[in-house]
Protein backbone atom coordinates (compact mmCIF):
# COMPACT_ATOMS: atom_id res chain seq x y z
CA UNK A 1 0.00 0.00 0.00
CA UNK A 2 1.25 3.55 -0.79
CA UNK A 3 1.95 5.86 1.88
CA UNK A 4 -1.15 7.92 3.26
CA UNK A 5 -2.28 11.24 1.43
CA UNK A 6 -3.51 13.14 4.11
CA UNK A 7 -6.42 15.44 2.86
CA UNK A 8 -7.88 15.95 6.43
CA UNK A 9 -6.25 18.60 7.29
CA UNK A 10 -9.22 20.77 8.43
CA UNK A 11 -9.54 18.53 11.20
CA UNK A 12 -6.26 18.48 12.17
CA UNK A 13 -2.93 19.09 10.38
CA UNK A 14 -0.69 16.19 10.16
CA UNK A 15 2.34 15.82 9.87
CA UNK A 16 3.65 18.58 11.97
CA UNK A 17 6.82 19.86 11.03
CA UNK A 18 9.70 18.02 12.12
CA UNK A 19 10.76 21.14 14.40
CA UNK A 20 7.81 20.58 16.51
CA UNK A 21 8.30 16.71 17.25
CA UNK A 22 11.88 17.88 17.59
CA UNK A 23 11.53 20.83 19.99
CA UNK A 24 8.42 19.15 21.83
CA UNK A 25 10.55 15.61 23.04
CA UNK A 26 13.94 18.19 23.80
CA UNK A 27 11.50 20.77 25.92
CA UNK A 28 9.69 17.51 27.64
CA UNK A 29 12.93 15.94 28.64
CA UNK A 30 14.78 18.52 29.96
CA UNK A 31 12.46 21.20 31.36
CA UNK A 32 9.12 19.23 31.93
CA UNK A 33 8.24 20.90 35.32
CA UNK A 34 5.21 22.58 36.50
CA UNK A 35 5.85 26.41 35.66
CA UNK A 36 5.05 28.83 38.85
CA UNK A 37 7.04 30.72 41.30
CA UNK A 38 9.38 28.72 42.51
CA UNK A 39 13.03 29.36 42.24
CA UNK A 40 14.47 26.41 40.77
CA UNK A 41 16.40 26.69 37.88
CA UNK A 42 14.27 24.04 35.46
CA UNK A 43 10.93 26.03 36.92
CA UNK A 44 12.39 29.53 35.55
CA UNK A 45 13.27 27.94 32.13
CA UNK A 46 9.79 26.39 31.43
CA UNK A 47 7.63 29.67 33.77
CA UNK A 48 10.45 31.27 30.38
CA UNK A 49 8.85 29.38 27.67
CA UNK A 50 5.37 30.04 28.79
CA UNK A 51 5.85 33.99 28.72
CA UNK A 52 8.07 34.27 25.60
CA UNK A 53 5.42 32.28 23.89
CA UNK A 54 2.36 34.19 25.25
CA UNK A 55 4.15 37.29 23.43
CA UNK A 56 4.97 35.59 20.20
CA UNK A 57 1.40 34.89 20.35
CA UNK A 58 0.36 38.00 21.60
CA UNK A 59 2.24 39.81 18.55
CA UNK A 60 0.85 37.22 16.09
CA UNK A 61 -2.58 38.78 16.76
CA UNK A 62 -1.46 41.86 17.27
CA UNK A 63 -2.49 42.11 20.49
CA UNK A 64 -1.01 44.66 23.34
CA UNK A 65 -0.29 42.47 26.81
CA UNK A 66 0.74 39.20 26.81
CA UNK A 67 -1.03 38.94 29.92
CA UNK A 68 -4.13 38.35 28.44
CA UNK A 69 -3.32 35.83 25.93
CA UNK A 70 -4.63 32.69 28.52
CA UNK A 71 -4.07 28.98 27.52
CA UNK A 72 -6.85 26.27 27.40
CA UNK A 73 -7.32 22.70 26.40
CA UNK A 74 -8.49 24.49 22.89
CA UNK A 75 -10.94 26.56 21.13
CA UNK A 76 -14.01 24.38 22.38
CA UNK A 77 -12.68 24.97 26.02
CA UNK A 78 -11.69 28.50 25.22
CA UNK A 79 -15.50 29.32 23.55
CA UNK A 80 -17.08 27.83 26.36
CA UNK A 81 -15.13 30.31 29.00
CA UNK A 82 -16.24 33.37 26.77
CA UNK A 83 -19.54 32.32 25.85
CA UNK A 84 -20.72 31.45 29.74
CA UNK A 85 -18.41 34.22 31.19
CA UNK A 86 -20.40 36.85 28.79
CA UNK A 87 -23.95 35.89 29.21
CA UNK A 88 -26.14 35.45 31.50
CA UNK A 89 -30.26 35.06 31.76
CA UNK A 90 -31.82 37.76 29.99
CA UNK A 91 -29.12 38.30 27.46
CA UNK A 92 -29.34 38.31 24.12
CA UNK A 93 -26.21 36.72 21.30
CA UNK A 94 -26.24 36.64 17.96
CA UNK A 95 -24.08 34.22 15.80
CA UNK A 96 -23.71 32.51 12.49
CA UNK A 97 -24.95 29.80 10.51
CA UNK A 98 -21.27 29.13 9.17
CA UNK A 99 -20.52 27.90 13.00
CA UNK A 100 -18.94 25.19 14.69
CA UNK A 101 -21.12 22.81 17.33
CA UNK A 102 -18.19 24.42 19.79
CA UNK A 103 -20.16 27.98 19.70
CA UNK A 104 -23.46 26.62 18.53
CA UNK A 105 -23.48 23.84 21.27
CA UNK A 106 -23.00 26.37 24.52
CA UNK A 107 -25.19 28.78 23.04
CA UNK A 108 -27.94 26.36 22.08
CA UNK A 109 -27.13 25.53 26.16
CA UNK A 110 -27.61 28.88 27.40
CA UNK A 111 -30.80 28.78 25.46
CA UNK A 112 -32.41 26.37 26.39
CA UNK A 113 -31.44 26.40 29.94
CA UNK A 114 -30.63 29.53 31.17
CA UNK A 115 -32.69 32.31 28.99
CA UNK A 116 -30.30 33.61 26.92
CA UNK A 117 -32.04 34.66 23.27
CA UNK A 118 -29.90 34.07 20.27
CA UNK A 119 -30.49 35.30 16.45
CA UNK A 120 -28.67 33.44 13.54
CA UNK A 121 -27.49 35.42 10.64
CA UNK A 122 -27.17 33.24 7.34
CA UNK A 123 -25.05 33.32 4.71
CA UNK A 124 -25.13 33.63 0.41
CA UNK A 125 -24.98 31.92 -1.79
CA UNK A 126 -21.08 32.18 -1.94
CA UNK A 127 -21.08 31.31 1.63
CA UNK A 128 -20.34 34.71 3.17
CA UNK A 129 -22.67 36.32 5.91
CA UNK A 130 -23.81 39.86 4.76
CA UNK A 131 -21.95 42.33 7.92
CA UNK A 132 -25.33 44.35 7.16
CA UNK A 133 -27.43 42.00 9.04
CA UNK A 134 -25.49 42.05 12.08
CA UNK A 135 -26.91 45.67 13.43
CA UNK A 136 -30.70 45.20 12.29
CA UNK A 137 -30.41 42.40 15.09
CA UNK A 138 -28.87 44.49 17.18
CA UNK A 139 -30.89 45.16 20.70
CA UNK A 140 -30.28 46.65 23.91
CA UNK A 141 -29.78 43.46 25.53
CA UNK A 142 -27.21 41.74 23.01
CA UNK A 143 -23.66 41.28 24.60
CA UNK A 144 -21.95 39.03 22.30
CA UNK A 145 -21.41 38.20 18.56
CA UNK A 146 -19.74 35.56 17.73
CA UNK A 147 -18.65 34.44 14.11
CA UNK A 148 -16.47 32.10 12.86
CA UNK A 149 -13.13 33.60 10.91
CA UNK A 150 -12.99 30.71 8.23
CA UNK A 151 -15.52 28.18 7.75
CA UNK A 152 -14.34 24.14 8.82
CA UNK A 153 -16.70 22.92 5.54
CA UNK A 154 -17.10 25.42 3.10
CA UNK A 155 -13.83 27.33 3.70
CA UNK A 156 -15.01 31.10 3.05
CA UNK A 157 -13.39 33.71 4.82
CA UNK A 158 -15.75 35.96 6.46
CA UNK A 159 -15.99 39.77 6.65
CA UNK A 160 -15.07 39.77 10.15
CA UNK A 161 -13.68 43.54 9.72
CA UNK A 162 -17.22 44.85 8.84
CA UNK A 163 -18.94 43.14 11.16
CA UNK A 164 -16.27 43.70 14.35
CA UNK A 165 -16.83 47.77 12.75
CA UNK A 166 -20.56 47.55 13.96
CA UNK A 167 -20.04 45.94 16.85
CA UNK A 168 -17.07 48.43 18.33
CA UNK A 169 -20.08 51.39 17.55
CA UNK A 170 -22.89 49.54 19.27
CA UNK A 171 -20.33 48.73 22.30
CA UNK A 172 -21.17 44.88 21.49
CA UNK A 173 -18.29 42.45 22.53
CA UNK A 174 -17.40 40.70 19.02
CA UNK A 175 -15.44 37.18 19.05
CA UNK A 176 -14.37 35.19 16.12
CA UNK A 177 -13.43 31.76 16.54
CA UNK A 178 -10.32 31.71 14.68
CA UNK A 179 -9.76 27.79 15.25
CA UNK A 180 -9.24 27.50 11.20
CA UNK A 181 -7.90 30.60 10.46
CA UNK A 182 -5.05 31.53 12.93
CA UNK A 183 -1.83 29.98 11.38
CA UNK A 184 -3.50 30.11 7.35
CA UNK A 185 -4.46 33.85 7.13
CA UNK A 186 -3.72 36.87 8.83
CA UNK A 187 -5.43 37.41 12.39
CA UNK A 188 -5.21 41.25 13.40
CA UNK A 189 -6.99 41.91 16.02
CA UNK A 190 -7.26 45.66 15.59
CA UNK A 191 -7.35 45.49 11.92
CA UNK A 192 -10.83 43.39 12.57
CA UNK A 193 -12.07 45.16 15.13
CA UNK A 194 -12.07 41.98 17.10
CA UNK A 195 -12.42 42.15 21.31
CA UNK A 196 -11.48 38.58 21.71
CA UNK A 197 -9.90 35.85 19.61
CA UNK A 198 -10.22 32.15 20.24
CA UNK A 199 -7.65 29.83 18.49
CA UNK A 200 -6.98 25.71 18.77
CA UNK A 201 -3.08 24.71 18.40
CA UNK A 202 -3.66 21.62 16.51
CA UNK A 203 -4.75 22.59 13.11
CA UNK A 204 -3.61 25.37 11.39
CA UNK A 205 -0.52 26.72 14.08
CA UNK A 206 0.56 23.07 13.61
CA UNK A 207 1.09 22.48 17.01
CA UNK A 208 -0.03 19.22 19.33
CA UNK A 209 -3.84 18.56 20.44
CA UNK A 210 -4.63 19.71 24.11
CA UNK A 211 -3.91 22.89 24.39
CA UNK A 212 -5.99 26.61 22.68
CA UNK A 213 -6.61 29.41 24.11
CA UNK A 214 -8.14 33.65 23.75
CA UNK A 215 -6.66 36.72 23.69
CA UNK A 216 -8.90 38.86 25.45
CA UNK A 217 -9.03 42.78 24.94
CA UNK A 218 -8.78 45.25 27.73
CA UNK A 219 -12.79 46.13 28.43
CA UNK A 220 -13.90 42.89 27.70
CA UNK A 221 -15.26 41.32 31.48
CA UNK A 222 -15.28 37.78 31.65
CA UNK A 223 -17.00 36.21 34.60
CA UNK A 224 -15.46 33.09 36.59
CA UNK A 225 -16.76 29.81 35.46
CA UNK A 226 -14.42 27.94 36.99
CA UNK A 227 -11.65 28.22 39.55
CA UNK A 228 -8.42 26.25 40.92
CA UNK A 229 -5.11 26.32 41.43
CA UNK A 230 -3.02 28.75 39.40
CA UNK A 231 0.55 28.34 41.71
CA UNK A 232 0.61 31.85 42.61
CA UNK A 233 -1.10 34.15 46.00
CA UNK A 234 -2.13 30.39 46.93
CA UNK A 235 -4.27 32.38 50.34
CA UNK A 236 -6.80 33.47 48.19
CA UNK A 237 -10.15 32.11 48.30
CA UNK A 238 -11.99 32.72 44.72
CA UNK A 239 -9.90 32.46 41.54
CA UNK A 240 -7.83 35.13 40.80
CA UNK A 241 -9.08 38.08 38.77
CA UNK A 242 -6.24 39.25 37.11
CA UNK A 243 -5.03 37.81 33.82
CA UNK A 244 -3.93 35.58 32.52
CA UNK A 245 -5.11 33.64 35.42
CA UNK A 246 -8.29 34.90 35.82
CA UNK A 247 -8.54 32.44 32.89
CA UNK A 248 -6.55 29.78 33.58
CA UNK A 249 -6.89 27.04 35.92
CA UNK A 250 -4.46 23.87 36.93
CA UNK A 251 -1.15 22.89 35.72
CA UNK A 252 -0.70 24.18 32.07
CA UNK A 253 0.19 21.96 28.68
CA UNK A 254 3.88 22.94 29.30
CA UNK A 255 4.88 20.56 26.19
CA UNK A 256 1.91 21.81 24.42
CA UNK A 257 3.26 25.43 24.54
CA UNK A 258 6.41 23.94 23.57
CA UNK A 259 4.56 22.80 20.48
CA UNK A 260 2.89 25.73 19.99
CA UNK A 261 6.36 27.95 20.33
CA UNK A 262 7.38 25.46 17.42
CA UNK A 263 4.98 26.01 15.33
CA UNK A 264 4.66 29.27 15.07
CA UNK A 265 8.17 29.70 14.57
CA UNK A 266 7.94 27.37 11.19
CA UNK A 267 5.25 29.23 10.06
CA UNK A 268 7.00 32.70 10.64
CA UNK A 269 10.25 31.11 8.98
CA UNK A 270 7.98 29.82 5.88
CA UNK A 271 5.61 33.00 5.79
CA UNK A 272 2.21 33.08 6.41
CA UNK A 273 1.68 33.97 2.95
CA UNK A 274 3.92 31.65 0.94
CA UNK A 275 2.06 28.75 2.94
CA UNK A 276 -1.12 29.82 2.13
CA UNK A 277 -0.79 30.82 -1.52
CA UNK A 278 0.75 27.53 -1.59
CA UNK A 279 -2.06 25.32 -0.37
CA UNK A 280 -4.64 27.69 -2.25
CA UNK A 281 -2.62 26.52 -5.49
CA UNK A 282 -2.96 23.31 -4.33
CA UNK A 283 -7.15 23.48 -3.72
CA UNK A 284 -7.58 24.99 -6.76
CA UNK A 285 -6.09 22.19 -8.71
CA UNK A 286 -8.05 19.52 -6.61
CA UNK A 287 -11.41 21.55 -6.90
CA UNK A 288 -11.00 21.94 -10.90
CA UNK A 289 -9.59 18.45 -11.48
CA UNK A 290 -12.87 17.04 -9.37
CA UNK A 291 -14.67 19.61 -11.35
CA UNK A 292 -13.96 17.41 -14.35
CA UNK A 293 -14.93 14.16 -13.22
CA UNK A 294 -18.23 13.53 -14.25
CA UNK A 295 -20.66 12.25 -10.95
CA UNK A 296 -19.01 14.60 -8.85
CA UNK A 297 -21.19 17.08 -7.23
CA UNK A 298 -18.99 19.85 -6.01
CA UNK A 299 -19.76 22.58 -3.01
CA UNK A 300 -17.08 24.84 -3.68
CA UNK A 301 -16.88 28.54 -4.72
CA UNK A 302 -15.34 29.36 -8.15
CA UNK A 303 -13.48 32.25 -6.56
CA UNK A 304 -11.03 31.18 -4.24
CA UNK A 305 -10.26 34.36 -2.68
CA UNK A 306 -11.18 34.64 0.70
CA UNK A 307 -11.10 31.26 0.97
CA UNK A 308 -8.81 28.67 2.48
CA UNK A 309 -7.74 25.09 1.80
CA UNK A 310 -11.06 23.00 2.26
CA UNK A 311 -14.14 22.11 0.38
CA UNK A 312 -16.93 19.96 -0.17
CA UNK A 313 -18.18 16.98 -2.95
CA UNK A 314 -19.88 13.79 -3.12
CA UNK A 315 -19.98 11.42 -5.67
CA UNK A 316 -23.56 10.89 -7.32
CA UNK A 317 -25.35 8.04 -5.46
CA UNK A 318 -22.94 7.25 -2.74
CA UNK A 319 -22.94 8.45 0.90
CA UNK A 320 -20.53 10.36 1.86
CA UNK A 321 -19.30 7.85 4.41
CA UNK A 322 -18.66 5.23 2.04
CA UNK A 323 -16.69 7.19 -0.28
CA UNK A 324 -14.63 7.98 2.26
CA UNK A 325 -14.20 4.92 3.51
CA UNK A 326 -13.05 3.70 -0.14
CA UNK A 327 -11.06 6.67 -0.28
CA UNK A 328 -9.52 5.51 2.94
CA UNK A 329 -9.29 1.25 2.31
CA UNK A 330 -8.58 1.24 -1.46
CA UNK A 331 -6.36 4.53 -1.97
CA UNK A 332 -5.11 5.47 1.71
CA UNK A 333 -6.10 8.60 1.16
CA UNK A 334 -7.40 10.52 4.37
CA UNK A 335 -10.57 13.09 4.46
CA UNK A 336 -13.47 13.79 6.76
CA UNK A 337 -17.18 12.46 5.69
CA UNK A 338 -20.25 13.60 7.59
CA UNK A 339 -21.53 16.77 8.98
CA UNK A 340 -18.23 18.67 10.38
CA UNK A 341 -19.65 19.07 13.57
CA UNK A 342 -21.41 22.52 11.73
CA UNK A 343 -24.76 21.15 11.27
CA UNK A 344 -26.11 24.36 9.51
CA UNK A 345 -24.00 24.86 7.17
CA UNK A 346 -25.10 21.56 5.60
CA UNK A 347 -28.40 22.43 5.92
CA UNK A 348 -28.77 25.56 4.32
CA UNK A 349 -26.28 23.80 1.18
CA UNK A 350 -28.74 21.14 1.60
CA UNK A 351 -26.49 18.50 2.24
CA UNK A 352 -27.71 17.40 5.78
CA UNK A 353 -30.70 15.27 4.39
CA UNK A 354 -28.21 13.32 2.38
CA UNK A 355 -25.90 12.54 5.23
CA UNK A 356 -23.44 15.20 4.77
CA UNK A 357 -20.40 15.23 2.46
CA UNK A 358 -16.88 14.63 1.95
CA UNK A 359 -14.68 16.97 2.69
CA UNK A 360 -10.75 17.80 1.71
CA UNK A 361 -8.69 19.97 3.51
CA UNK A 362 -4.82 20.59 2.07
CA UNK A 363 -2.29 20.98 4.30
CA UNK A 364 1.64 22.75 3.89
CA UNK A 365 3.13 19.46 3.21
CA UNK A 366 0.54 18.42 0.69
CA UNK A 367 2.21 17.82 -2.84
CA UNK A 368 0.69 18.12 -6.54
CA UNK A 369 1.01 13.99 -6.77
CA UNK A 370 -0.92 13.86 -3.64
CA UNK A 371 -3.37 15.77 -5.48
CA UNK A 372 -3.60 13.95 -8.62
CA UNK A 373 -3.67 11.13 -7.06
CA UNK A 374 -6.89 12.13 -5.43
CA UNK A 375 -8.87 13.51 -8.64
CA UNK A 376 -7.70 10.12 -10.25
CA UNK A 377 -9.33 7.98 -7.17
CA UNK A 378 -12.28 9.76 -7.00
CA UNK A 379 -12.37 9.63 -10.66
CA UNK A 380 -12.16 5.77 -10.90
CA UNK A 381 -15.01 5.58 -7.74
CA UNK A 382 -17.31 7.83 -10.04
CA UNK A 383 -16.71 5.74 -12.92
CA UNK A 384 -17.76 2.13 -10.82
CA UNK A 385 -20.85 3.87 -9.88
CA UNK A 386 -21.75 4.30 -13.48
CA UNK A 387 -20.84 0.99 -14.69
C1 LIG B 1 -14.15 26.42 13.02
C2 LIG B 1 -13.85 25.52 14.16
N1 LIG B 1 -14.15 25.91 15.40
C3 LIG B 1 -13.88 25.13 16.47
C4 LIG B 1 -13.31 23.91 16.31
C5 LIG B 1 -13.02 23.08 17.53
O1 LIG B 1 -11.65 22.90 17.68
P1 LIG B 1 -11.11 21.99 18.89
O2 LIG B 1 -11.69 20.64 18.66
O3 LIG B 1 -9.65 22.02 18.75
O4 LIG B 1 -11.62 22.61 20.13
C6 LIG B 1 -13.00 23.43 15.04
C7 LIG B 1 -12.45 22.08 14.83
O5 LIG B 1 -12.83 21.38 13.92
C8 LIG B 1 -13.27 24.27 13.94
O6 LIG B 1 -12.96 23.89 12.70
Given at each position: MSDLIFLDNGATSYPKPEEVYTFMDHFYRNFGVNPGRSGYDLCMETGELVEETRSMLTEFFNGTDPNRLCFSYNSTDALNLIINGLLKEGDHAITTNVEHNSVLRPLYHLYKFNGVELDYIPFDSKGFVDPDEFPKKFKKNTKLVVVNHASNVIGTIQPVKEIGKYCKEAGIPFVID????AGKIPVDMEELNVDVVVFT??????GPTGIGGLYVKEGIEIKHTRAG??????????????YPYRLEYGTLNTMGVAGLQAGIKWIEDKGLDTLHEQEMRLTAMLRDGLKEVEGVTLYCQEDLTDHISVFLFNVDGLEALNTGTILDVDYNIASRTGLHCAPLVHEQIGTAEIHGAVRFGVGPFNTEEHIATAIQAVKEIAESRRK
Open positions: ASQSVHKSLLGTGVRSAVKTHLDE
